[in-house]
């Protein structure tokens, strides 16, 4: 079974906003057996949805189309899709009834939009969305399907986990099997990866296909495979190899991230963390607490933005903030050592840098940053040097902060 | 001039990355007077990117493709493009001795897929990439261009700025105006604001379009027109009788983040910041920090993940968190006076909750979050009653405290 995704809406095309739908789509239809031949985003027009229809629905079997639905007047889908079925519309009282109740409940007045928002294609399939107003819509022309579902991430994950997915698997062929596993790692680029599995890579089978996936501070390698049988075992068998030789460079595999890998190693040996941190300004706390089980073994952290935080609750003193600025090796070894005094825990680490764009001198430029990690007995500092962009440097930093952690307690 | 977007990559297809490069080209040529007619994904297939050259030249004037470019081995876009424009492979000496004298200067060994990315189809004019070893390439053909980037965002980004904006220029005719102008709001929904401006967006004239953007907690309203004389005079009339009737739910407008609103209303007030911050676990801090110019008013924060930090660094008596628990209107209260005295800001902000997906009771179900926030004289509470996500509970509450920030210093 093929697919083609279309995202409507000119906020799309006009760049305002992003479309993570289509993603969480790809992997969910990937997952679950069918091929996403393409991804399109068009403008809210409806002869522009009706052409887009049409020549999906000519390549393809199941076409999903987000946006583009809900109470406010830019919502044109629906006409859209009535006329190209050739539906009249209808009136749907028990949704009527529904969003009336739903309202009820919330105590928000309901307004006259919502009304029409009962109003829908006549041969529609709806499918409950427990997250919003606007159902899912699904039909059926001539043994091909059209998916419509609200364009707000969550109401569409929702339509499609809980009220999609059982249609799904009755539609799907029985027999195909789509494997893919990725390998995580940190710490290591793209080309220097790309050479050190060089010769295994050189001897994959063809019909394995091997990606790299960059961002900032970290590469993912995906090998996958598609046949008739189940080729789990040819391409864990892969896997190990490339594990094997990448060592401590990987920290996982397919979806677990770099946080949940902390929580793991942390709570394995029962260890404990806190932080303190300048320049990230709390990105590190967030990532660590990001994910549900963090309080395990994070106990918290102090963000000392202004310098009289970091004398005040992390007991850097004065001359050290003098002589080497706040910015620096020293700095960094007393913020440890402070927020180790200060939250009792097994490890700490202390971040202080010049993120950028402003603060910067010939001495400490733009992407300066200092980091100190450690126990009250064993402690290490390393400087960092990145370059202009404010998010990345903060982004990398709390990356590179995370790694270093990571490798730190696997000694202890 | 029209312009399609193609991103290239299974990658994207598949949903293991998010295109967040499109939505950016797609703002960036808007805001150039480029209309945008089309954004899609295709598979890093040689003949899949021919063919959608091939379509797209068609349709349009400029093909702006994305990925495909890089040091690893499954870059093929640069094939696919010469093969389409029946040209051959030729070896820029120039680029490989940049390349060579760029990884001196950093110190890592230089590997060969590098020498293999300096190859360039006849014809094309490289765009300088100050991010990466990849250039950007420009093509003509029959008075219509073709512009490829790598994927990699920040790349891509560089390319686009430096590289070929002052292209972009040459290339586009003068005299036709596009304006938009984006009201921003928090605190209110859309199909309430959809109802309070009624009799405002049905006098519209037609030809200025009307939009509503929302996302966690805010919403968007976006006016556009597009004319032979500049529309912005009439836009801004009618900005700024929708901005008075949505009062103070107003924040901003165009691109200005909540972030910024808020170093704008401290600053312009000279007022301070301090945040004690348990369930949002420092995304309030990044959020807030995430800007430059913070420091002028964010003193720092405590993330007091653990009860013993919110016991010991904020001073919230074990017998409140026994009484009453972590997660209480009176653990609140005396975190906010903890970070209050600890750090002698103008406002603090202390938030507890359970942001889930465990944690939850039958009195305290997941998605309960008090705050509250203030100054030593005037202090305010609230309970958040939200749904099961952890990071949409997290994000909103986070969007939640700034607003109510926001709104308290209105009157100091």
Redo the contacts between chains.
């Keep these: 079974m093929n697919a083609q995704i279309v995202t409507i809406g000119?906020?799309?095309?006009?760049?305002?906003?992003?479309?993570?739908n289509?993603?969480?789509?790809?992997?969910?239809?990937?997952l679950s057996g069918v091929k996403?031949?393409?991804?399109?985003?068009?403008?809210d027009n409806e002869d522009d949805i009706k052409l887009a229809l049409k020549k999906a629905l000519e390549e393809t079997d199941l076409v999903i189309l987000t946006g583009g639905l809900?109470?406010?007047?830019?919502d044109i889908t629906k006409k859209a899709i009535a006329d190209f079925m050739g539906q009249e519309m209808y009136f749907e009282e028990a949704l009527f009834d529904k969003i009336k109740a739903y309202f009820k409940r919330r105590g928000?007045?309901m307004?006259?939009?919502?009304r029409l928002q009962c109003f829908m294609p006549q041969g529609v399939r709806l499918l409950e969305n427990q997250m919003g107003t606007a159902p899912g819509m699904l039909f059926e022309k001539e043994g091909k399907y059209i998916l419509s579902m609200p364009g707000?991430p969550?109401e569409m994950k929702w339509i499609f986990d809980n009220s999609f997915k059982p249609v799904l698997k009755e539609m799907l062929p029985d027999g195909l099997y789509i494997y893919?596993k990725?390998i995580k790692t940190v710490g290591i680029?793209?080309?220097?990866i790309?050479?050190m599995i060089l010769d295994i890579?050189d001897t994959l089978p063809s019909d394995i296909?091997?990606?790299?996936?960059?961002s900032l501070g970290s590469v993912?390698i995906?090998l996958t495979k598609k046949s008739e049988s189940n080729p789990k075992q040819e391409i864990d068998t892969y896997i190990n190899r490339l594990t094997e030789r990448l060592g401590s460079y990987v920290f996982g595999f397919n979806d677990l991230s770099l946080e949940e890998a902390l929580l793991r190693d942390f709570s394995e040996k029962e260890l404990t963390l806190?932080?303190a941190?300048s320049c990230?300004?709390?990105?590190?706390?967030?990532k660590?607490?990001?994910?549900?089980?963090?309080?395990k073994y994070?106990?918290?952290?102090?963000?000392?933005?202004?310098n009289?935080?970091k004398e005040?609750?992390l007991t850097v003193s004065k001359s050290t903030l003098i002589n080497y600025g706040a910015v620096s090796e020293e700095t960094v070894i007393e913020m440890l050592n402070g927020i180790l005094n200060?939250?009792n825990p097994s490890v700490g680490i202390a971040i202080s840098g010049v993120a950028?764009?402003?603060g910067g001198s010939k001495e400490k430029p733009v992407g300066t940053i200092w980091m100190a990690w450690g126990s009250k007995e064993n402690q290490k500092t390393y400087k960092l040097s990145l370059?202009k962009?404010?998010?990345?440097n903060?982004e990398y930093a709390t990356v590179f902060a995370m790694n270093q952690l990571r490798l730190f307690i696997k000694d202890l």
């Design positions: 000119d906020e799309i095309l006009i760049g305002k906003i992003v479309d993570t289509s993603a969480w789509l790809g992997n969910e239809l990937t996403v031949q393409k991804v399109s985003s068009i403008t809900g109470p406010t007047k830019d928000i007045p307004v006259d939009a919502h707000v969550y893919h990725t680029g793209e080309s220097r790309a050479e890579s296909s091997l990606s790299f996936l960059p993912k995906r806190a932080v941190e990230t300004g709390g990105l590190l706390s967030h660590i607490t990001s994910i549900p089980g963090s309080s994070f106990l918290g952290g102090v963000v000392s933005y202004a009289e935080v005040n609750q200060l939250m950028g764009p402003g370059a962009d404010r998010l990345k903060i």
